[in-house]
């Protein structure tokens, strides 16, 4: 069985973080189960000429309700999770003025309604469950705003060429490495 561990950064309306050990089992993009070896944290990603990235939200299970995060899905499939989050309860009061990229919540698909289509309710998914926002919003940087407390969740993916050397054509002969050996090596520095 595969498990992805993910450890978010949470923070609170005033400001205060924790880092709670989260576990996900499954995954879901909107309602489609998608396969867990997609997703990941790490922000740097070679990819081919032309690769396209979606923002995107996402909601987590977690105890004492689902945590939202802002997400880039890449069209070769991989969705990179940002390691920041809020927890949803504590947007419950003013759900209309979150933002992702400028679009209202209203506009990219609410929250309620993904949990809803993925088993859970009100604020609450199955245990191990991280669905994913199906609307997307166009560009590798995803930030989440929170017009009533002033406070935003940015996340940007960068994606590389996987083509482009960076060495630049001046790429350092290779050296030898000795390994265990019982004879004498000559050495020629």
Not at 112 to 133: A, D, H, K
Request: one cysteine or more.
């Amino acid at each position: 069985m595969s498990l992805f561990l993910y450890k978010p950064h949470v923070e609170g309306p005033e400001g205060n973080i924790t880092t709670p050990d989260i576990v996900i089992d499954r995954i879901f993009v909107g309602s489609t189960p998608t396969p867990l070896t997609v997703l990941t944290t790490e922000l740097y990603h070679q990819v081919e000429q032309g690769e396209e990235a979606n923002s995107r939200y996402a909601l987590t299970a977690l105890g004492g309700g689902a945590l939202i995060s802002p997400a880039v899905r890449l069209a070769s499939g991989s969705i990179v999770l940002a390691r920041k989050a809020w927890r949803l309860k504590n947007l419950a009061g003013h759900l209309d003025a979150i933002a992702l990229n400028g679009q209202s919540l209203g506009e990219v698909g609410l929250p309620s309604e993904l949990i809803s289509e993925n088993g859970g309710s009100g604020e609450v998914l199955p245990r191990g469950f991280l669905v994913v926002c199906e609307n997307a919003v166009p560009g590798n940087r995803a930030t989440l705003w929170d017009g009533k407390l002033g406070r935003s969740l940015d996340h940007q993916v960068v994606l590389e060429d996987v083509t482009a050397d960076r060495w630049g054509g001046r790429r350092p002969d290779p050296r030898y490495s000795v390994g265990p050996t019982k004879r004498e090596v000559p050495h020629f520095i």
